[in-house]
């Protein structure tokens, strides 16, 4: 008799059994309501299938609408609006979600800003916008929505969207930095304080980047980003989306703050190459 273990792909539904307690977990993912990289997110979750919670900052009418067509495809689906950074108004989407679904499996926060302005123009109020927007909101939303999971038998998972260049910022986005830069002291500090209550509470960050390239960024500058990317294309919403996915399946990782960013981190690119190794010859 063979002594190999049976080698059949387990199912989503059997995954899910096995992780969350249900075949259908409830996912929430703030920012979801647009169609960026929370959106995406929330789709590739629905197709292994989660039960979708959308957000959106302050259109209500996006977030009913996305909900709506979710329903229509057959997923139970939810929707809130409302300031990630206002802590009421947190503890009130956990409520809601709670009474709707009666618990939350995993969170992604995926909601933030991004504005560049020069060092000599960017106010208090610049700094406070993002932190409140990128910092605070993912904090708050850890806080409420991870401790609720401490008290789910099966727990939840929860995972932090940061950015891979607050290692290495770019120029006129101080602001914005500052409040990303964060994420992975949030994501380690909720680690250490959610699984201390259930140890089956897990955070971890994903720290992607470039990806969804603005439609109307020039072809030299477009040229450029990938230039400085080791796997040499552009990021996409997807490749968050499957890290994510990735992330809330992994029972044994917590704490984890993994660049989604083609070896980005760690190219130096192909001019600092060449400057520092002018004369190199790969010949034979």
């Known amino acids: 008799m063979s002594k ?32 960026r990289v929370g959106r995406c997110v929330l789709e590739r979750l629905m197709a292994e299938g989660f039960r979708p919670i ?10 009913r609408e996305i909900a709506e067509e979710a329903t229509a495809l057959g997923h139970q ?14 503890a009130g989407w956990l409520e809601t979600i709670m009474s709707q679904f009666g618990r939350c499996d995993l969170l992604v926060n995926s909601a933030s800003i991004w504005n560049p302005q020069v060092l000599e123009r960017t106010s208090q109020g610049d700094f406070e916008a993002h932190f409140r927007a990128n910092a605070l909101g993912t904090a708050l939303c850890c806080q409420h929505f991870g401790l609720a999971m401490t008290k789910q038998p099966m727990g939840g998972s929860i995972v932090n969207i940061g950015d891979w260049a607050s290692r290495r910022p770019y120029q006129d986005f101080a602001a914005y930095f500052l409040s990303k830069a964060s994420i992975e002291g949030v994501t380690k500090s909720m680690a250490v304080e959610l699984a201390s209550r259930n140890p089956r509470v897990r955070v971890n960050a994903i720290l992607p980047g470039p990806v969804q390239l603005a439609d109307g960024i020039d072809a030299q500058k477009r040229e450029l980003i990938i230039a400085e990317c080791l796997l040499k294309r552009e990021g996409t919403a997807t490749d968050v989306a499957q890290t994510v996915l990735f992330l809330a399946s992994s029972p044994f990782v917590t704490g984890a703050c993994i660049p989604v960013d083609g070896g980005r981190t760690i190219y130096a690119g ?13 010949g034979g």
């Open 54 to 63: 959308f957000h959106s900052h302050r259109d209500a009418s996006q977030a």
């Open 270 to 282: 192909p001019t600092a190459d060449t400057m520092a190794h002018p004369n190199h010859d790969p």
């Open 4 to 35: 190999l273990k049976s080698l059949r792909l387990e199912t989503a539904a059997a995954r899910n059994r096995r992780l969350f307690g249900t075949d259908n977990p409830v996912a929430f993912v703030t920012g979801s309501a647009a169609p």
């Open 77 to 90: 689906s939810g929707w809130v609006v409302g300031d990630v950074g206002e802590e009421q108004i947190v």
